[in-house]
């Protein structure tokens, strides 16, 4: 069952004029400067190594920004204390294209893995990950292992572990790059239910045919500068002077 | 209840993990066993080295100042209230000619020299408790400036034996603290290896609690119960080897070495079992706290 969080008219994500600059000094991300409203749908797009990587790393604070400010569900993640960084991480639920399973756990041992690792009691854990199961509609396959499941249903159960937390942004790094076009659908559908109940989403993906068909906004990444930012884009927007320049 | 889940989980995955990785778990164990054995070795030769020394020590705090024959008993008191008077003076005791010779003859093995001699040969004696070992010397000079000391043999006072006593009572506890010093940091370095192997293993689990919004000191918990784990196994298996040793070394060195005054000591092992639990425990705690501080970061 899929919460939709308190509504927030503040965007959830703010990029003023953020640089990232790794040690070897490859300028990954330059001056972004980007605004995601609350429950809004977002696709990152660009060619492999554009910066839509370094970018997500940014939301979830595996990186901190270079120069600029990077605000997030109200917490500025460049001057966020370590001792904060757990609690702004619960607000955020990640979806990776590796899935990330823990293979010795069943499914539901992985999902409530997600409420153990922050100190849930027992009955929490058990209801919120029976529901997040249940939205994801793994109900049935709760004692198999990820061995035993298909892609789709692996990246389902990565979903459902993200879900538990009932976070209000969902970022999602190439979530259907391991799926064959028909699976990428089902959990793009998926993602689409859980924008539909209120969640922000930004997913960063190659595939084309699913951000053709979404139109959803689209913020297109080259060397590390946001080049296209488009209400309801495409993947490539063949005609640049349609494209409703949003920043 | 939080802390009581989040000690539960840390000590359950800690058991999984120890088991998971047994290899390098015994591994550890058997080695810092090993260390705390080559330890509690040192503390039991150094008890047993203890209680020779504090023999001796009895022995040698007392310096019997010999009294030369016609000294009027007046200047003995005298010198008798001079030495109580002394602040490392912590007894005097005047033995009379006839005390020392009773004395004297109460040994078997002077008996045959009594029955040839005529008279009280054996000088009255000043016998001087001191306080420490190093206050010996000063009470042999001044015995050696009193008037009333025999000539030929003033004092018993063997300055050899005490001084090298002495230093080398301090390079014992020197040496002995300097193996333990090395002890320490090999065991601490071993439990710091281990924990950087674990967190190998768990890398993706890791990994996904920091993602989920672990804290810190969450995924840490169960690296830190690991290593006192291993310590405090490693110190049960080191005591049991000592135990087992122990008597049986003390009684072939009473059989072999019988004029040294050592002996089977039970207060003793005791000590040594809680001694060597809590330095297992807080050598684990220690190298795993290093290890997780080192390799699991937010």
């Known amino acids: 069952m899929l919460v939709a ?6 965007p959830i994500i703010s990029f003023q004029r953020v640089w990232k600059t790794y040690p070897n000094g490859t300028d990954a991300l330059r001056d972004i400067s980007l605004t995601v409203p609350n429950g809004d749908f977002l696709f990152l797009v660009g060619a492999s190594g554009a910066g839509k990587s370094s970018l997500v790393r940014l939301l979830i604070r595996e990186e901190k920004p270079s120069s600029g400010r990077l605000v997030v569900d109200g917490h500025d993640l460049g001057r966020l204390p370590r001792r904060h960084l757990p609690h702004f991480r619960r607000t955020v639920g990640l979806v990776f294209q590796d899935f990330k399973l823990l293979p010795r756990m069943t499914v539901r041992e992985n999902v409530e893995f997600a409420l153990q690792a922050v100190g849930e009691a027992g009955a929490v854990i058990a209801d919120r990950a029976g529901d997040a199961l249940e939205t994801v509609g793994l109900a049935g396959k709760e004692r198999s292992y990820p061995r035993e499941l298909s892609g789709g249903e692996q990246q389902r159960v990565a979903i459902a572990r993200a879900l538990v937390h009932q976070p209000r942004l969902f970022v999602a790094d190439e979530p259907t790059g391991n799926l064959d076009p028909a699976t990428a659908w089902e959990i793009m559908e998926l993602l689409l239910d859980i924008n539909a109940a209120g969640v922000t989403i930004v997913m960063a993906t190659h595939n084309r045919e699913i951000v053709d068909a979404t139109r959803r906004r689209v913020v297109a990444l080259e060397r ?17 002077s349609a494209a409703v320049r949003l920043q | 209840m939080k802390a009581i889940r989040q000690l539960r989980f840390a000590c359950s995955s800690a058991w999984q993990n120890f088991w998971r990785n047994l290899a390098v778990s015994v591994a550890a164990v058997v080695s810092i066993a090993l260390i705390l054995v080559l330890a509690g070795t040192g503390l039991l030769l150094g008890h047993a080295f203890g209680q020779v020394l504090d023999s001796y020590r009895h022995r040698v705090s007392v310096v019997t100042v010999s009294v030369a024959d016609r000294t009027p008993l007046a200047s003995v008191y005298d010198f008798e209230a001079q030495l109580q008077a002394r602040p490392e003076v912590v007894g005097v005791r005047f033995v009379t000619k006839d005390e020392e010779l009773r004395s004297f003859s109460s040994d078997p093995r002077n008996r045959q020299l009594i029955d040839q001699i005529d008279g009280n ?13 190093d206050d010996v010397k000063r009470i042999d000079a001044l015995a050696r400036q009193w008037r009333g000391a ?7 006072y063997q300055g050899d034996v005490v001084t090298n006593m002495l230093r080398l009572s301090t390079w014992l506890t020197i040496g002995g603290l300097a193996m333990l010093a090395v002890l320490t940091v090999a065991s601490a370095v071993i439990v710091m290896n281990t924990i950087r192997t674990a967190v190998y293993h768990r890398r993706d689990e890791i990994e996904l609690m920091k993602l989920v919004g672990a804290t810190e000191w969450f995924v840490r918990g169960p690296f830190l119960v690991e290593g006192v784990m291993t310590g405090v196994i490693a110190a049960s298996l080191a005591i049991g080897l000592l135990l087992a040793a122990y008597r049986p070394f003390v009684e072939r060195f ?31 705690a220690v190298g795993s706290y290093v290890g997780v501080r080192r390799f699991v970061r937010l």
């Not at chain 2, 000043?126 to 306080?131: F, G, K, L, S, T």
């Not at chain 2, 025999?150 to 004092?155: G, I, K, N, S």
């Open chain 1, 5 to 10: 969080p308190a509504f927030d008219s503040r």
């Open chain 1, 224 to 240: 590390g500068q946001i080049v296209r930012d488009i209400r309801s884009g495409t993947y490539d927007e063949g005609n640049s």
């Open chain 2, 121 to 133: 040969p054996v000088p009255a004696k000043i016998e001087v408790r001191v306080a420490h070992l």
């Open chain 2, 150 to 156: 025999d000539r030929t043999d003033p004092t018993d």
């Open chain 2, 254 to 284: 009473q059989a072999e070495l019988f004029f040294l005054p050592l002996s089977y000591d039970p207060r003793f092992v005791h000590v040594l079992g809680q001694d060597l639990l809590v330095a297992g425990a807080a050598l684990g």
